[in-house]
């Protein structure tokens, strides 16, 4: 009786795995329009070992702007919030459509702009990249909504012209919870 339970056992997962989806490959012109994650990494190794002085405000709704300079961040959790907005995961390619033009000064643009069914919480990304494969600017709508809670992210990086290397960065947003007012927020961090 027991090895009618190994065959049975054997038959359900092969049938779990032939209704898995495979991963489609990357048909031409679908390659990822730059390595996010890469960058996000090397840029986080940099800074962490650099430790560069960092001008930072943050500006809420009805408060005096709060700028300080910090000396030591933890630079994981800082740029964590634009590893949120990578879409070079297979997973994520098919609920986006992607645009590209390249800029009289070579620079490409590439914009990613979720499907209306998609549930993504990144609605729109639009990166900068120079012929040299640099990055130059990324921009990004990032939206969560549920029953209770509502939150939307403008958040924007901006890279040095010749190193690629950060220079600053900018979260803009709102939350709001159903039961509450909504908080305003902008935080503006300078290299």
């Known amino acids: 009786m027991s090895s ?7 038959a359900l997962l092969c049938g779990f795995t032939a209704c898995e989806r495979p991963t489609p490959p990357l048909a031409a012109g679908k390659e ?14 940099r800074l962490q070992q650099e430790q560069p002085p960092v001008l930072k405000s ?18 994981e959790k800082e740029l964590a919030i634009f590893q949120e907005v990578d879409l070079s995961r297979p997973a994520l390619r098919d609920f986006y ?23 993504a919480p ?29 939150s939307k992210r403008n958040i924007r990086l901006i890279a040095e012209p010749g190193t690629g290397n950060l220079a600053s ?15 305003r927020y902008r935080v503006d961090a300078n290299l």
């Open 169 to 183: 960065y900018r979260v803009e947003g709102v939350q709001k919870l159903i039961f509450g007012d909504s908080l």
């Open 58 to 75: 943050v500006i809420t709704k009805g408060q005096p702007t709060e700028t300080i300079q910090l000396e030591e961040l933890d630079w």
């Open 97 to 119: 459509s992607e645009e590209r033009h390249t800029l009289p000064n070579g620079n490409t643009v590439s914009i990613f702009t979720k499907d209306a069914d998609s549930a």
């Open 32 to 45: 990822p329009a730059y390595d996010l994650t890469a960058y996000l990494q090397a840029q986080t190794t």
């Open 4 to 10: 009618y339970r190994i065959i049975g056992l054997f």
């Open 122 to 150: 990144v609605d729109r990304l639009q990166l900068t990249v120079s012929p040299l494969q640099k990055l130059q600017q990324l921009e990004a709508v990032v939206l969560e909504e549920n029953l209770l809670f509502y």
